[in-house]
């Protein structure tokens, strides 16, 4: 069987080290042997800030291949256009939101941290269609089939307070609010559209 390759870069070594040796001074103070080679690899995705090994893997696999020559200063349009996820190029929020999500797709917890539960509700967002009315029967059937914790009231309310729906003072009827989003959200969008949770 051959061998899957996993190709593992991190913005910031030091933050990143760092975060490891915390991690092994954890086990060590609470008096845990070494790790083993499957905890070590975990233990590395997660000081990356990744759930486990198994979503590094995923990172790598939809990640566009190495390229030997420098990368330009302008913006590659077949990458753009190609809807390329790189782990290395996104930013902590977009990571952590990722890993709010189960494996089809679904928002599993509201974050605690504001950015990343706003990032989350981008995803949210994509499920609505432009240039139609809701009732709200039909946002809380949207929400309630996105996520798995049960509280379909408190994403309405999330999605209306960033301006994401619009609604009637009423709450008689909801739409999707025009937005183009930042450079940092369509690089969580991608991801999140790409299975990488």
Known sequence: MTRLLVPFSTPDVSAFTKTL??????????????????????LLARAAGLRNFA?????????????????????SVSNAAAGAVNLSTMSATVRKALLQFDDSGRLVRLPNKLSV????????????????????KEVNAITNAFHT?????????????????GRKSDCSEYWKEPHRPTEEVQDFLRAWRAGLR
């Open 21 to 42: 040796k915390s991690f092994l001074d954890e086990r060590h103070a609470a008096g845990k042997p070494l790790p083993s080679h499957v905890e070590l690899l975990n």
């Open 55 to 75: 979503t590094l893997k995923k990172f790598a696999q939809a990640a566009p291949p190495i390229q030997a020559t420098p990368p330009s200063k302008e913006p």
């Open 117 to 136: 539960q706003q990032m989350t509700m981008w995803a949210l967002w994509t499920q609505f269609a432009a240039n139609r009315k809701y009732t709200e």
């Open 149 to 165: 914790f049960g509280d379909q009231a408190t994403l309405r309310r999330e999605l209306v307070n960033m301006k994401l729906l």
